[in-house]
């Protein structure tokens, strides 16, 4: 009984350590606790991410831009300098649409961003980033 307890508390105290020692421990702490216990679904909570906001939401992306803002910025500047007004963006396998919402500003009305995505909750999150970039 005692072996597992002490190994419980190492691994409290393993995680703790990792968190303490982490480049943005308070952001890392946050996005856990919100995540966990469920106070991302009560609040909307906007995060600025390059020139636009997305809501907050415990999925592995959304806790990974709470935690970098500037995650992804790599693929924003392709994206960003290759598409222009008019051209077809094609998506597959979209998540929450953080590349699909640079192509759709970059090529406009006029061109087409289309999202494949697999997993229901992911279609609702991309529904309410729409939202959040139309207002």
């Given at each position: ?11 409290i105290?393993?995680k703790?350590l990792?968190?303490v ?25 906007k ?5 636009y ?5 415990p ?7 709470w ?13 960003s300098?290759?598409?222009?007004e ?11 649409g ?25 279609l ?6 729409e ?5």
């Amino acid at each position: 009984m005692n072996k597992i307890v002490g190994e419980k508390y190492m691994l409290i105290g393993r995680k703790f350590l990792d968190i303490v020692q982490d480049k943005h421990p308070m952001r890392r702490l946050t996005a856990g606790l919100m995540g966990r216990s469920g106070l991302a679904r009560l609040f909307k909570i906007k995060i600025k991410v390059q020139d636009y906001e997305i809501f907050f939401h415990p999925t592995g992306h959304g806790s990974l831009y709470w935690y970098d803002p500037n995650f992804g910025r790599e693929d924003y500047e392709f994206i960003s300098s290759f598409l222009k007004e008019g051209d077809i963006y094609i998506d597959i396998g979209a998540n929450i649409g953080m590349t699909l919402i640079p192509a759709a500003k970059c090529i406009g009305e006029t061109g087409k961003a289309i999202a494949l995505i697999l997993y229901p909750i992911h279609l609702y999150l991309l529904h309410q980033m729409e939202k959040l970039i139309i207002q």
